[in-house]
T-cell receptor
């Protein structure tokens, strides 16, 4: 049973560029949430996707956008990258109302 | 961003000792989750709690959902070196899908 998988594992981008991160949820899960984790802090909620729509959004600017596909996989897009966007980006999947969230290994994004 | 109060922030303990940590909030939560995270990895789910007063164990780990629904506790018994890592609580407020995480407890075990 495959867990949550994210790609790529590491990424280096230049300020102003755009980036796309990908997530495949745990088998059987239909909901994907994205979190940003800065060094030394707990994860911060970016948004959640369910039935291919954004269901809830955290306090992140519109530069952060996402998408969920019919197979429940998801992408996180960040435009106009800032140095402060450097962080570990985590994807979590869950099943409907059960709400227990399982995380992937994360994508380490470095903006230079 | 919003984070829950988690204590202690860090602790050094001797192998074999018991460990206790807790999370508190000013808001009521419907679900509490406890995770362990190691450097460069994603959080790994340890225990999930869904009802006030619930006490759940997973091996040497025991967690409780506070009866006020504003706090949760995690205990680790007879610690071993592989317990080293950062432990996070995460609470789910009523009517939302957004987990709020604690500030983390960094555990170091001295053999």
């Amino acid at each position: 049973d495959a867990g949550v998988t994210q790609s790529p594992t590491h990424l280096i981008k230049t300020r102003g560029q755009q980036v796309t991160l990908r997530c495949s949820p745990k088998s059987g899960h239909d909901t994907v949430s994205w979190y940003q984790q800065a060094l030394g802090q707990g994860p911060q909620f970016i948004f959640q996707y369910y039935e291919e729509e954004e269901r809830q959004r955290g306090n992140f600017p519109d530069r952060f956008s996402g998408h969920q596909f019919p197979n429940y996989s998801s992408e996180l897009n960040v435009n106009a990258l800032l140095l402060g966007d450097s962080a570990l980006y985590l994807c979590a999947s869950s099943l409907g109302r059960l709400k227990t969230a399982f995380f992937g290994q994360g994508t380490r994004l470095t903006v230079v | 961003g919003q984070q829950l109060n988690q204590s202690p922030q860090s602790m050094f303990i001797q192998e074999g000792e018991d460990v206790s940590m807790n999370c508190t909030s000013s808001s009521i939560f419907n679900t509490w989750l406890w995770y362990k995270q190691e450097p460069g990895e994603g959080p790994v789910l340890l225990i999930a709690l869904y009802k006030a007063g619930e006490l759940t164990s997973n091996g040497r780990l025991t967690a409780q959902f506070g009866i006020t629904r504003k706090d949760s506790f995690l205990n680790i018994s007879a610690s071993i070196p592989s317990d080293v890592g950062i432990y996070f609580c995460a609470g789910l407020p009523s009517g939302t899908y957004k987990y709020i995480f604690g500030t983390g407890t960094r555990l170091k075990v001295l053999a």
